[in-house]
């Protein structure tokens, strides 16, 4: 079964940046290349909402209307490892970030985030912005 660990949250000052990382493991039928990777954030009290997605290839993404350039999904598929770098945080974008894989789902800029697309998630890293 795969399973994916998120990495690299912590409390950064506003104006500051991160990178999170999200190592996957455990595949069984298909391979790394095969699973779009997304980025979804939860805030307390909030609904859980689509960051960033990038399909298998890397050659497609989709980003969260708030991201506005801000955020950068990438993936290196030779080290099994999708990345999240976040630049320009604000205190808003404090949450728990989850990194989540779907099989045969390609994220173009039309794609709308869906939770139900995706069937493997991590157990989510804090990222806290102080004002």
């Known amino acids: 079964q795969l399973q994916l660990v998120e990495s690299g949250g912590g409390l950064v000052q506003s104006g500051g940046s991160l990178t999170l990382s999200c190592a996957a493991s455990?595949?069984?039928?298909?391979?790394?290349?095969?699973?779009?990777i997304g980025w979804f954030r939860q805030a307390p009290g909030k609904e859980r909402e689509g960051v960033s997605c990038i399909s298998g290839g890397g050659d497609s993404k989709t980003d969260g209307d708030f991201v506005k350039g801000r955020f950068t999904a990438s993936r290196d598929n030779a080290k099994n490892t999708a990345y999240l770098q976040m630049h320009s945080l604000k205190p808003e974008d404090t949450a728990v970030y989850y990194c989540?894989?779907?099989?045969?789902?390609?994220?173009?800029?039309?794609?709308?985030?869906?939770?139900?697309?995706?069937?493997?998630w991590g157990q989510g890293t804090q990222v806290t912005v102080s004002s």
């Open positions: 989540a894989a779907a099989s045969m789902l390609y994220c173009d800029k039309d794609y709308d985030f869906n939770l139900a697309d995706f069937g493997s």
């Open positions: 455990g595949f069984s039928g298909f391979t790394w290349e095969y699973y779009a």
